[in-house]
């Protein structure tokens, strides 16, 4: 059974930096094909694919927001970071990880909210 | 502005048969499958369809999906109170080499 879950504050200062954590267990992110990503969905809006890395540590970044994310993994710890820097009330979103198999988003984390306030 | 463009609502009575619609490119839903995503209120997102026409375990037959060309379709039969929700599409894109999903569909069941 794949399930994931996200951690993280809920409350960040603009200009601040947004560290995620997605703890996963059901899989292996050493097996092949195998990614976890990160979705954003601001409120009453639309699903925002944010970033992506697989089982061989490569990565994938939406070019929007390219400049602002980095993904990483722990694979000893089925754990997946995902850092956002310079952070702006638009910024405000539930943040979704996700299991990937090759690029398809099978399985989702309950989602965590976060607000971005001063 | 979503990369896939979707209608914003579309409605049905129960026991009806509701189709939405997704629109996108070469690089995308030209290029590579797509996958349907079932969001009820207040919940995350769920995988519907993926590869275009493939059900996941437990997902009822009444939701099918097809593709031709650069656009895709879900559609839902036998329409039931419980199927309304917010539904996505989203596609592999080989340009942006990202995921990209489209704006979403809120489904009412009148």
């Known amino acids: 059974q794949i399930t994931l879950k996200e951690s993280g504050p809920t409350l960040v200062k603009p200009t601040q930096t947004l560290t995620l954590t997605c703890t996963f267990s059901?899989?292996?992110?050493?097996?092949?094909?195998?990614?976890v990503g990160w979705i954003r969905q601001p409120p009453g809006k639309a699903l925002e694919w944010l970033a992506l890395?697989?089982?061989?540590?490569?990565?994938r970044y939406s070019p929007s927001l390219k400049s602002r994310l980095t993904i990483t993994k722990d694979t000893s710890k089925n754990q997946v970071v995902l850092t956002m820097t310079n952070m702006d009330p638009v910024d405000t979103a539930t943040y979704y990880c996700a299991h990937s198999s090759n690029w398809e988003v099978d399985y989702w984390g309950q989602g965590t909210l976060v607000t971005v306030s001063s | 502005q979503s990369v896939l463009t979707q209608p914003p609502s579309a409605s049905g009575t129960p026991g009806q048969r509701v189709t939405i619609s997704c629109s996108g490119s070469s690089s995308n839903i030209g290029s590579n499958t797509v996958n349907w995503y079932q969001q009820l209120p207040g919940t995350a997102p769920k995988l519907l369809i993926y590869s275009n026409n493939q059900r996941p375990s437990g997902v009822p037959d009444r939701f099918s999906g097809s593709k031709s060309g650069t656009s895709a379709s879900l559609a839902i039969s036998g329409l039931q109170s419980e199927d309304e929700a917010d539904y996505y599409c989203a596609a592999w894109d080989d340009s942006l080499n990202v995921v990209v999903f489209g704006g979403g569909t809120k489904l009412t069941v009148l």
């Open positions: 059901g899989f292996s992110l050493s097996t092949s094909g195998v990614g």
């Open positions: 890395i697989y089982w061989n540590d490569d990565k």
